[in-house]
């Protein structure tokens, strides 16, 4: 199951990983507070998502050095002394578009700094160079997995900067270097503390790479010896506990990610504690992939089985979350409270992973401008009409593309203020030319000034416009992808990508040997599993009371492109019995009239409680496309917790 183990920590049995970034612009002094407020080995740092990777596109647009995040070199400037003094690696995505550029940056700081740290980054995601991916494509970057990270720790570096690999692999890299765990593209790793005379090979995996061959025993890449990794053998208990040990990284990998939505951030149930400043969590890691969730001591938030089960719900989907290192069943998770601040994670079963990798393109999707228009007092229908035809009058023959126009009721009756008498109309346009979003707009907005509704006034100055991103998923070979470690000394690794396993064939129900099921190669579903038994409902009869739904459920929602993800869960066996059965998709699209015309599909949860709703075009084009009033759909499941229907009594 493993090649030879090479300790990152202080303990063979456990590796203490820590998280001090969930996204660019996390609070500035985490990673100082994680290196100081006791025992880590490992600390991550999360900074890139769909929208970052815009964002970074357009620096490097404009600076072809830039590219990473510049905010982690500051942080580093304190922090890599604090690292090196407590023996603690480093491994970050904060590379971006540019991990050599960043990993370059960090050596010179060091020499300044006069601290000696072995600096290592991987990369090959950056794909843009490498085939035709259409107009306006800004970034074009796979989603490794956690294998180069590892290649870079076993050489001896302090500290490992990436570009984009899945949030996980922060987490399965350095595990898999601590244990010695052998992920399914890297068989039979050696020691690279030791390379001997292994081959300098850089360019893309494959056949058709240098320095590699079709031969079961030739060489798979520059740095893993042996035959290629074949597709697991489910009879083998080897393999099984090294997918299983890779899913539970993964799992662990998910709830640290974001930082402190593992520790009270964001939560539902937030009044029952003191989140003012919550600390960033950490995982005590064994061999076995289980792992206990925690945080320094002293520090703020909570937690509990609660915020565990909130971030694992996050931006997830059903039973099945795969990624190039495994895939990792969710619906064998359990969760444990250990005691206070401590939720043990366990029982995690892994399957192969995808016989694809995931590519995010990121481009200029065109031009869009906004106006907010406050509408006062009485008669706020007839105001938002008439200023909606005004403006419609006034665009002529130059009406951009797409005009949406939203109007929300914030105004109450008899308000003892202006602002609490006040709605908001909110006109958003979008068009492919700069000029139809520009002053053909803000003209025909500026221009009613004095002659349009009582009380005309608009939030801020219209402004010309501004271009915005689309994000789209695409899926390729990883033969494609060349996943490279560059070493602290300037050596290159080619890291080959997992071999597919069998076609998929009809999934069974997991049974108590926990088999895996064949690997799945369709890109965008993973092969479904069957429902699972939904508890028993609670007695029919019982009284009932109109109420919000947040009295019995907590939820957290989010983005995936351009669909929107909604985890609600039950905080007890009863609320489960009740939840399962009464939020179904026809219930959900009753409570959210946004998503009655799209796709909803409902995952079923039992060991978390949990049901995972997926609406598919909620966002439109993604985050960066600002399509709704809330484009990361962040405060969807507040709002699904907000609505009313019919709850038993006994869980009110």
Avoid at 97 to 121: F, K, S, T, Y
Avoid at 266 to 287: C, Q, V, W
Avoid at 432 to 459: C, I, M, N, Q
Avoid at 517 to 537: E, F, H
Wanted: glycine share 14%; net charge negative.
């Amino acid at each position: 199951m493993s090649a030879r183990t090479t300790l990152i920590g202080a303990s063979p049995e456990v590796l203490r990983v820590g998280n001090a970034s969930g996204f660019y612009g996390d609070r500035f002094d985490a990673l100082r507070e994680m290196l100081t407020g006791g025992p880590l080995d490992v600390l991550t740092g999360d900074y890139l998502a769909e929208l970052t990777m815009l964002i970074l596109g357009r620096d490097r647009m404009k600076d072809p050095g830039a590219g990473y995040a510049k905010t982690f070199l500051r942080q580093l400037e304190e922090g890599l002394g604090l690292a090196h003094e407590r023996g603690v690696r480093i491994v970050t995505n904060a590379g971006g578009l540019n991990p050599a550029g960043l990993a370059d940056a960090i050596r010179e700081l060091a020499g300044r700094v006069g601290v000696p740290v072995r600096v290592a980054h991987v990369e090959g995601d950056d794909l843009r160079g490498r085939k035709e991916w259409g107009d306006g494509v800004l970034t074009a970057n796979a989603y490794l997995g956690g294998a180069g990270i590892a290649a870079c720790l076993r050489a001896g570096a302090d500290v490992v900067v990436t570009g984009r690999v899945t949030d996980a692999a922060l987490v399965t890299g350095p595990v898999a270097a601590h244990f010695g765990w052998d992920l399914p593209n890297l068989p039979n790793l050696p020691d690279l503390g030791d390379l001997g005379d292994v081959e300098d090979v850089g360019g893309p995996t494959g056949p058709d790479r240098p320095g590699s061959s079709d031969r079961p025993d030739g060489p798979v890449g520059s740095y893993a010896v042996g035959r290629p990794h074949a597709p697991t053998d489910p009879a083998d208990p080897l393999d099984l506990a090294h997918l299983h040990a890779l899913a539970g990284a993964v799992v662990v990998g998910h709830v640290l990610e974001c930082g402190t939505q593992a520790t009270g951030g964001n939560y539902s149930f937030f009044t029952a504690h003191d989140i003012r400043r919550p600390g960033f969590p950490l995982a005590e890691i064994h061999a076995d992939g289980s792992a206990v969730i925690t945080k320094h001591p002293g520090t703020g938030g909570v937690v509990d089985i609660g915020t565990v089960t909130a971030q694992l719900l996050y931006e997830t989907g059903g039973a099945r979350y795969p990624g190039p290192d495994v895939t990792a069943r969710l619906d064998t998770v359990r969760l444990a409270q250990e005691g206070p601040d401590r939720v043990r994670i366990s029982g995690v079963r892994g399957e192969p992973p995808p016989a694809t990798l995931k590519v995010g393109l990121t481009r200029i999707g065109g031009w869009r401008n906004e106006i907010v228009f406050v509408l006062t007092g009485l008669d706020i229908e007839a105001k938002a009409r008439l200023v909606r035809e005004q403006v419609e009058d006034a665009f002529g023959g130059r009406r951009p593309a797409e005009v949406r126009w939203e109007l929300a009721r914030t105004d109450r009756p008899d308000a003892d203020t202006e602002e609490t008498a006040s709605a908001l109309l909110r006109l958003v346009v979008r068009d492919s030319d700069p000029e139809a979003v520009g002053r053909a707009v803000t003209g025909a907005a500026v221009e009613l000034a004095l002659g349009s509704y009582p009380g005309f006034h608009v939030t801020a100055p219209p402004g010309k416009g501004a271009p915005y991103g689309v994000f789209e998923a695409v899926y390729v070979d990883p033969a494609e992808v060349p996943h490279t470690a560059v070493l602290p000394e300037g050596r290159r690794l080619a890291v080959p990508g997992p071999v597919p396993g069998p076609a998929p064939g009809p999934v069974p129900r997991l049974a108590p040997s926990l088999a895996p099921s064949p690997v799945c190669t369709k890109a965008l579903d993973p092969a479904p599993v069957p429902a699972p038994d939904l508890p028993d409902p609670l007695p029919s009869g019982l009284p009932t009371r109109r109420a919000p739904l947040g009295l019995v459920a907590g939820a957290r929602s989010g983005d995936k492109g351009g669909d929107a993800n909604v985890g609600v869960w039950a905080r007890d066996e009863d609320g489960w019995r009740w939840l399962a059965h009464a939020l179904t998709v026809e219930r959900f699209r009753q409570l959210i009239p946004e998503s009655r015309e799209l796709t909803v599909v409902r995952h079923v949860l039992p060991g978390l409680r949990a049901l995972n709703f997926t609406v598919e075009g909620l966002l439109g084009e993604g985050v960066a496309a600002q399509a709704r009033f809330d484009p990361q759909a962040k405060a969807l499941g507040e709002w699904l917790r907000a609505r009313h229907l019919d709850i038993p009594e006994v869980l009110l």
